[in-house]
């Protein structure tokens, strides 16, 4: 994510798989040899990384579905924190 490329398209890692624990109530992001639980917004974040959208249209839909503005930032921060984990491919 070198520069906060607002039209770069991150897709989930075809490693990393999202998975929702009914049991529990959560969102997982299942690894090789790894669980992370996620909060509800990175698991919202991920849920949009197909690959289809840019990142200004993740952000845009966040937005619409938080009823929030100005995410940007934090979107950018984890989607950089994501690639850097693996988490993410960002084209």
Do not use: Y
């Not at 770069?8 to 490693?15: C, D, G, H, Y």
């Not at 197909?50 to 990142?55: I, L, N, W």
């Not at 993740?58 to 994501?82: G, I």
């Amino acid at each position: 994510m070198a520069g906060g490329d607002l039209t770069a398209t991150p897709r989930l890692a075809t490693k990393a798989m999202l998975k929702h624990d009914s049991v529990r109530d959560v969102e997982l992001l299942l690894l090789p040899e790894r669980v992370v639980l996620l909060n509800k917004s990175g698991a919202a974040i991920l849920g949009l990384c197909d690959g289809s959208r840019t990142v200004r249209e993740l952000v845009e839909q966040l937005e619409r579905d938080f009823q929030a503005t100005d995410l940007e930032n934090d979107v950018m921060s984890f989607l950089e924190d994501a690639s850097g984990r693996g988490w993410v491919v960002v084209k």
